[in-house]
């Protein structure tokens, strides 16, 4: 059970050992399943970790947040230019996995990916313990990168692996449903849904078809099946809430 200490902010958590255990577990389990799926369909799938700074350049921010979604610093490292906590980690995994391309021998397809933490305002729907919202929240993000023209489905094996494992995880039945919001840069989005207790889904994963990976001197033009994971949902549906 997660504790809310800052001023009753039901959006900001506090979190203990076991907690954070059961966390790395579930972050491990699908790893395993992603390694095991991908190699499965291709063995030259490579694995990066990394890890990217949460604070970062508000123009950078994707389209899918406005400024009222996010948390602008008042005083930015860049100067003058504006900088906010990031809402997602993805823009500096894509940027990192950029400069690893062309810095190193490691070509796609390739997985980079992190756990880190992420930060919205939620002012639209409001964080509260109950929806499991919260304002500072731990991601697990996937960026898969793989060649334009790859003829094999990743998307569609890597989701029926991980709905067993989610709902072994979470002790819930657990299933893919399409989402009720298609971003501008994504073909396809698949939320990955716990069924709570009181009859509500609750969404714990979204699976997406990107477009948006930068171009890359020397490189075919490659998109990204992304796997982003609510390690704070997971962990609080597992143990009955937060």
């Known amino acids: 059970m997660s504790f ?31 390694r095991d799926t991908l190699a499965d369909i291709n063995q030259m799938w490579a694995f990066e970790e990394v890890e990217t700074p949460p604070m970062m350049p508000l123009a950078r921010m994707s389209a899918a947040y ?22 997602e980690t993805t823009d500096g995994s894509y940027a990192i996995a950029a400069r690893i391309l062309r810095t190193t ?10 756990m880190g933490y992420s930060y919205r305002r ?55 449903i399409a989402s009720d919001r298609l971003p501008p840069y994504a073909t396809e989005t ?22 948006d990976f930068p171009a890359v001197p020397g490189f075919k033009p490659c998109k990204v099946v992304e796997l982003a994971f609510g390690m704070d949902r997971l962990v609080a549906l597992a143990n009955g809430g937060l």
């Open 4 to 34: 809310a200490l800052y001023d009753d902010l039901a959006g900001l958590r506090f979190w203990r050992q076991s907690e954070l255990h059961l966390r790395r577990r579930i972050r491990d389990a699908v790893l395993d399943t992603v």
């Open 105 to 114: 021998r490691l070509r796609p397809p390739l997985c980079v990916w992190q």
């Open 66 to 87: 406005d400024r009222a979604d996010v948390f602008v610093l008042q005083d930015p490292p860049g100067g003058d230019r504006p900088y906010a906590l990031r809402a």
């Open 190 to 211: 698949i939320d990955i849904e716990c069924l709570q207790p009181d009859g509500e889904w609750r969404e714990v994963a979204s699976t997406s078809r990107r477009t």
């Open 122 to 176: 939620e002012t639209r729907d409001g964080a509260t313990a109950a929806k499991l919202r919260l304002n500072a929240f731990t991601q697990l993000e996937l960026q898969l990168i793989h060649a334009e023209d790859t003829k094999a489905d990743i998307a569609g094996p890597l989701r029926d692996a991980l709905v067993p494992v989610i709902q072994r995880m979470s002790g819930l039945e657990t299933r893919l």
